[in-house]
């Protein structure tokens, strides 16, 4: 079977950095999304990824490592805007979007 | 102007009715999707379309379907809702190239609910 596995909930402090983990096992892997959900509103895209490494894009960056079937998504800086759910997401050997059940991020002042 | 827009976005209604939800993305996408997202906030995918194939998950009830009428519209209708059909419904589209799965771009979200 597919699977993803996020932590359920975080809580972080603002101005702190935070590392949102994400492992998969999947029927292959054509690349791993990282979208934000704020409560009661749509998900929007954060980052992808398709080669091992880190990606940076300002106070957000996301890793992966294929090998290890791992991501993470770190998040520096944070501000209290940044509570909200975060959610994984890996392409499959169809290329059709697996998504992870989202960890929740808490940001206390 | 919006990227994805759906239709309505609150929706109350009785069990066995059969209603639909609206969706229109001017991306100029080729594929679009349906998501259903339940209280527990997990993001199930119902369908995925473009104008070359229909892919279902294989545990969406067939009282859903997806109707599209044209390459920026997908519709979702539902028959005989369910007390267990009240979730959060969204559309996405993103543009597939040689099979790569482009961003998804998410509407606003239907909150269904059945009474």
């Known amino acids: 079977g597919q699977n993803i596995d996020q932590p359920t909930e975080m809580t972080a402090t603002e101005g702190a950095i935070v590392q949102i983990n994400c492992t998969y096992q999947?029927?292959?892997?054509?690349?791993l999304f990282w979208y934000q959900q704020h409560a009661g509103e749509a998900p929007t895209f954060l980052s992808y990824?398709?080669l091992d490494g880190l990606e940076e894009k300002g106070r957000f960056s996301s890793f992966l490592s294929r090998s290890k079937g791992y991501s993470y998504l770190l998040l520096k800086e944070l501000q209290m805007k940044d509570s909200a759910s975060y959610l994984c997401a890996v392409v499959d050997s169809n290329y059709q979007l697996i998504w992870g059940a989202g960890t929740k991020l808490i940001i206390k002042p | 102007d919006t990227a994805v827009s759906q239709t309505p976005k609150y929706l109350v209604t009785q069990m066995g009715n059969d209603k639909s939800i609206k969706c229109e993305q001017n991306?100029?996408?080729?594929?679009m999707y349906w998501y259903k997202q339940d209280s527990k906030k997990f993001l199930k995918i119902m369908f995925s379309?473009?104008?070359?194939?229909?892919?279902i998950n294989e545990t969406v009830p067939n009282r859903f379907s997806p109707k599209s009428p044209d390459k920026a519209h997908l519709n979702l209708h539902i028959n005989s809702l369910e007390l267990g059909d009240s979730a959060v419904y969204f559309c996405?589209?993103?543009?597939?190239?040689?099979?790569?799965?482009?961003?998804?771009?998410f509407g606003p979200g239907t909150r269904l609910l059945v009474l």
């Open positions: 379309y473009n104008n070359k194939e229909l892919i």
């Open positions: 991306l100029g996408h080729d594929t």
């Open positions: 990824n398709v």
């Open positions: 996405a589209s993103s543009q597939r190239d040689d099979r790569v799965v482009g961003t998804q771009y």
């Open positions: 999947t029927s292959g892997f054509n690349g």
